[in-house]
């Protein structure tokens, strides 16, 4: 069972940064997609940015230039790494995995659909 665990959140100051790790222990897909969404209280779910098997990344206009994906396949982890938060990053945050899914499209994330597997969240709160 793949139960992909995010973790790194906390309450920042604008401006701050911060890292988010999550765990894909199990996830042993050679073809996938890795990536990091986010909800914050009264909005829907949006996705944040993604990686695929051959090494593309992604991300959503609203944080490209501050946040960075990354993977240590070694440790089976992702991370997201935030630079410049806003309180406007301010959201649950949440990873998730899915098998045989590419990176389409550098300027599109992948659908939601693609990803088969999702963690608990991890809160990050940022203050002005």
């Known amino acids: 069972e793949v139960n992909p665990v995010a973790s790194g959140g906390s309450s920042v100051q604008a401006g701050g940064s911060l890292t988010l790790s999550c765990a894909t222990t199990?996830?042993?897909?050679?073809?996938?997609?890795l990536g990091w969404f986010r909800q914050a209280p009264g909005k829907e779910r949006e996705g944040v940015a993604a990686?695929?098997?051959?090494?593309?990344?992604t991300y959503a206009d609203a944080v490209k230039g501050r946040f960075t994906i990354s993977q240590d396949n070694i440790k089976n982890t992702i991370y997201l790494r935030m630079n410049s938060l806003q309180p406007e990053d301010t959201a649950m945050y949440y990873c998730?995995?899915?098998?045989?899914?590419?990176?389409?499209?550098?300027?599109?994330?992948?659908?939601?659909?693609?990803?088969?597997?999702w963690g608990q969240g991890t809160q990050v709160t940022v203050s002005s």
């Open positions: 998730a995995a899915g098998a045989w899914c590419h990176i389409l499209r550098l300027d599109m994330l992948p659908p939601d659909y693609q990803y088969k597997h």
């Open positions: 199990g996830f042993t897909y050679s073809t996938y997609c």
């Open positions: 990686l695929d098997s051959e090494g593309l990344t």
